[in-house]
């Protein structure tokens, strides 16, 4: 079972109130526990091939680079099912993210899972708004009901 301590401040009520979602998942639950996080990466490329180490002298590497542009990382954590996967996509926009969640919730891993509630920053994409922005609205309300945001 996870445990939840927070210290609530007039600015803390809305936090404590998310996270209290959290109490009562365990690893036998049907509601399931999934972190996630995104990065943007730098896709880079040494312009001149660096000098191995040889007796007596350290290796060398120019600090040039070529950029070959960025994509997104995703990472996807299910920390009571030891679980992880991390996706890469061209973009990180609101709908990137809502794609990701949707290939969450149809993961066949979590085929009799009730809700899985999501962990995740608080960006602005991160909402059931981006699923609306980026499905029909049926199949952004079949997404919103496998989830639960904290």
Same mark, same amino acid.
């Given at each position: 079972?996870?445990?939840?301590?927070?210290?609530?401040?007039?600015?803390?009520?809305?936090?404590?109130?998310?996270?209290?979602?959290?109490?009562?998942?365990?690893?036998? &639950?049907?509601?399931?526990?999934?972190?996630?996080? #995104?990065?943007?990466?730098? %896709?880079?490329?040494? &312009?001149?091939?660096?000098?191995?180490?040889?007796?007596?002298?350290?290796?060398?590497?120019?600090?040039?680079?070529?950029?070959?542009?960025?994509?997104?990382?995703?990472? @996807?954590? #299910?920390?009571?099912?030891?679980?992880?996967?991390?996706?890469?996509?061209?973009?990180?926009?609101?709908?990137?993210?809502?794609?990701?969640?949707?290939?969450?919730?149809?993961?066949?891993?979590?085929?009799?899972? #009730?809700?899985?509630?999501?962990?995740?920053? $608080? %960006? $602005?994409?991160? &909402?059931?708004?981006?699923?609306?922005?980026? @499905?029909?609205?049926?199949?952004?309300?079949?997404?919103?009901?496998?989830?639960?945001?904290?």
């Amino acid at each position: 079972m996870i445990q939840m301590h927070l210290k609530y401040s007039n600015g803390s009520k809305q936090l404590a109130h998310r996270y209290s979602a959290l109490q009562g998942v365990d690893a036998n &639950s049907l509601t399931l526990l999934v972190c996630m996080d #995104e990065q943007p990466k730098q %896709l880079i490329e040494d &312009s001149q091939r660096p000098l191995a180490a040889r007796p007596g002298s350290a290796g060398k590497q120019d600090y040039e680079y070529i950029r070959h542009g960025v994509c997104c990382v995703w990472m @996807f954590n #299910e920390p009571l099912g030891k679980w992880r996967e991390v996706r890469v996509t061209p973009t990180k926009t609101a709908i990137d993210w809502a794609r990701q969640v949707r290939q969450l919730v149809d993961e066949p891993r979590y085929a009799a899972a #009730e809700k899985i509630i999501l962990v995740c920053d $608080n %960006l $602005n994409t991160h &909402s059931l708004a981006s699923l609306y922005k980026a @499905f029909s609205p049926g199949e952004a309300h079949r997404v919103a009901g496998g989830i639960g945001l904290v």
